[in-house]
């Protein structure tokens, strides 16, 4: 008989929830403005909020904080560190960030201007917001397939190739600076993009004189889907899988948060020395010295060992796993969710959902403020909220998918707890075509308006 899975780590701490009542969270939510990042964290049982910095060190990356150099300039912990990610990544020059939106603001400060398209896949919240900001348009060329939560392809992550080179024809090679690639692309479900796809957008942005970037927040679970699904990968390492995506660019930003299992950092890896020293004039006004960036030495010694942890297969297979596990739960429950699942989080369909509820009521809001009140499980919605609004006309942009995503923190949560989201979703989705009103706007920000907006419940 073969013997079960087990995680392939122990616990040495833990932290302490706080259970809380119905009442005390219908009390909560109304006094955050029914604005689940205003919570207090001690208010939620599980939260499922984000990945990003939220997951559990290891021993090993402990033992790097009491490691750590903090010198201003040239401190050991940034040389292991930038040695690190050369390894991985096969580019020469390293950026050290406090946190991935901060990579961004320094590589777009240097690469992008007003006027200017950035194609990509369904690029996220804050690198659409640090475009738009700019006064330039991220173009999403997200396959078909991604918007259709029911329709199995094992990379909903890929470009349509058709669709990059319509932009690129449509406009001339002026004013697209970059080709962006998210691997695994949150916005479309944490999906992840092919080998195969990397190298077809590598060849159209070489015929066309592009460079090509890539945001990496989760580049060790792309580079493991790639590994299981397709064909001619499945006996190369996660690291050689790695090297070979990485290859095909000229340059990522990483929110570190992630895939580096740390509490906070980021950094931008390039192949060009002169985009190099654009980036660090900006890094310098923004971040930080060249060797620290933002980031304490003993972060950065943490962040080294988190990366070379992130892209070992047993750690890998675990992490997937414990998310996998949640959505086959949620599916035997008959609850629409996307699939096939992502690596980082499980997304609930809100459309199917919750149909009941008009979609300029905003509905995923909606449905992540019902499950934080039934059961104290803090998503987030990845929906109309998210989307903001036109630059132009100022009306709310209406996404093709409304979404809850239930991100996993790495490491953090047990399977019993992965049980409880289960069941208490399908709670909900039993009681869902009680569910007729949602919310309107009372405040929002110009911009990236979900982390602050402050909403009123529909009577």
Same mark, same amino acid.
């Given at each position: 008989?073969?013997?079960?899975?087990?995680?392939?780590?122990?616990?040495?701490?833990?932290?302490?929830?706080?259970?809380?009542?119905?009442?005390?969270? *219908?009390?909560?939510?109304?006094?955050?403005?029914?604005?689940?990042?205003?919570?207090?964290?001690?208010?939620?049982?599980?939260?499922?909020?984000?990945?990003?910095?939220?997951?559990?060190?290891?021993?090993?990356?402990?033992? =790097?904080?009491?490691?750590?150099?903090?010198?201003?300039?040239?401190?050991?912990?940034?040389? *292991?560190?930038?040695?690190?990610?050369?390894?991985?990544?096969?580019?020469?020059?390293?950026?050290?960030?406090?946190?991935?939106?901060?990579?961004?603001?320094?590589?777009?400060?240097?690469?992008?201007? =007003?006027?200017?398209?950035?194609?990509?896949?369904?690029?996220?919240?804050?690198?659409?917001?640090?475009?738009?900001?700019?006064?330039?348009?991220?173009?999403?060329?997200?396959?078909?397939?991604?918007?259709?939560?029911?329709?199995?392809?094992?990379?909903?992550?890929?470009?349509?190739?058709?669709?990059?080179?319509?932009?690129?024809?449509?406009?001339?090679?002026?004013?697209?600076?970059?080709?962006?690639?998210?691997?695994?692309?949150?916005?479309?479900?944490?999906?992840?993009?092919?080998?195969?796809?990397?190298?077809?957008?590598?060849?159209?942005?070489?015929?066309?004189?592009?460079?090509?970037?890539?945001?990496?927040?989760?580049?060790?679970?792309?580079?493991?889907?790639? *590994?299981?699904? =397709?064909?001619?990968?499945?006996?190369?390492?996660?690291?050689?899988?790695?090297?070979?995506?990485?290859?095909?660019?000229?340059?990522?930003?990483?929110?570190?948060?992630?895939?580096?299992?740390?509490?906070?950092?980021?950094?931008?890896?390039?192949? #060009?020395?002169?985009?190099?020293?654009?980036?660090?004039?900006?890094?310098?006004?923004?971040?930080?010295?060249?060797?620290?960036?933002?980031? #304490?030495?003993?972060?950065?010694?943490?962040?080294?060992?988190?990366?070379?942890?992130?892209?070992?297969?047993?750690?890998?297979?675990?992490?997937?796993?414990?998310?996998?596990?949640?959505?086959?739960?949620?599916? =035997?429950?008959?609850?629409?969710?996307?699939?096939?699942?992502?690596?980082?989080?499980?997304?609930?369909?809100?459309? *199917?959902?919750?149909?009941?509820?008009?979609?300029?009521?905003?509905?995923?809001?909606?449905?992540?403020?019902?499950?934080?009140?039934?059961?104290?499980?803090?998503?987030?919605?990845?929906?109309?909220?998210?989307?903001?609004?036109?630059?132009?006309?100022?009306?709310?942009?209406?996404?093709?998918?409304?979404?809850?995503?239930?991100?996993?923190?790495?490491?953090?949560?047990?399977?019993?707890?992965?049980?409880?989201?289960?069941?208490?979703?399908?709670?909900?989705?039993?009681?869902?075509?009680?569910?007729?009103?949602?919310?309107?706007?009372?405040?929002?920000?110009?911009?990236?308006?979900?982390?602050?907006?402050?909403?009123?419940?529909?009577?």
């Amino acid at each position: 008989m073969e013997l079960p899975y087990i995680e392939p780590y122990k616990t040495k701490m833990v932290e302490s929830i706080n259970r809380s009542t119905v009442e005390q969270r *219908k009390a909560w939510i109304e006094e955050a403005g029914y604005n689940l990042f205003k919570l207090s964290s001690d208010q939620v049982m599980i939260d499922l909020l984000t990945d990003s910095g939220t997951g559990a060190m290891s021993d090993k990356q402990w033992a =790097e904080i009491m490691l750590g150099d903090e010198s201003y300039a040239g401190s050991s912990s940034f040389i *292991k560190l930038a040695s690190t990610v050369k390894q991985l990544t096969g580019f020469e020059y390293f950026i050290p960030t406090h946190q991935g939106r901060a990579a961004e603001n320094v590589l777009f400060s240097a690469l992008v201007k =007003e006027g200017d398209l950035i194609p990509g896949n369904s690029h996220f919240d804050t690198t659409k917001g640090h475009i738009e900001f700019r006064k330039a348009t991220a173009v999403d060329c997200t396959i078909d397939e991604a918007f259709d939560t029911s329709v199995y392809h094992p990379f909903k992550g890929n470009l349509d190739i058709q669709k990059l080179e319509h932009t690129i024809r449509s406009n001339t090679k002026k004013k697209i600076p970059f080709v962006l690639i998210t691997v695994t692309c949150n916005s479309s479900g944490g999906q992840p993009v092919s080998m195969q796809n990397i190298r077809d957008v590598h060849a159209v942005c070489k015929q066309y004189q592009i460079p090509l970037y890539f945001d990496s927040a989760r580049f060790a679970e792309n580079a493991y889907f790639i *590994k299981l699904r =397709e064909k001619g990968y499945e006996h190369k390492s996660i690291i050689e899988i790695v090297r070979e995506m990485f290859s095909y660019g000229d340059g990522m930003t990483m929110s570190a948060k992630k895939d580096g299992i740390v509490n906070m950092g980021g950094f931008i890896a390039l192949k #060009s020395l002169e985009i190099y020293r654009e980036c660090i004039t900006y890094n310098i006004m923004y971040e930080g010295f060249v060797t620290y960036g933002g980031m #304490s030495g003993r972060d950065m010694g943490a962040l080294a060992q988190g990366l070379n942890e992130a892209v070992t297969l047993d750690y890998l297979e675990s992490r997937i796993n414990q998310v996998h596990y949640l959505g086959q739960r949620l599916v =035997e429950f008959g609850v629409p969710v996307q699939q096939p699942f992502g690596g980082h989080a499980i997304y609930l369909d809100a459309d *199917k959902f919750v149909p009941t509820i008009p979609k300029g009521e905003y509905r995923a809001q909606a449905l992540a403020i019902e499950l934080y009140t039934v059961a104290g499980i803090r998503g987030v919605e990845i929906g109309t909220i998210l989307a903001d609004r036109d630059p132009a006309t100022r009306e709310d942009r209406y996404p093709k998918l409304e979404l809850v995503r239930l991100a996993i923190p790495r490491r953090t949560y047990t399977q019993a707890h992965m049980e409880y989201v289960a069941v208490a979703i399908k709670k909900v989705y039993e009681t869902r075509n009680e569910a007729k009103k949602g919310y309107y706007i009372k405040w929002e920000a110009p911009i990236m308006r979900h982390f602050t907006v402050e909403l009123e419940k529909l009577s």
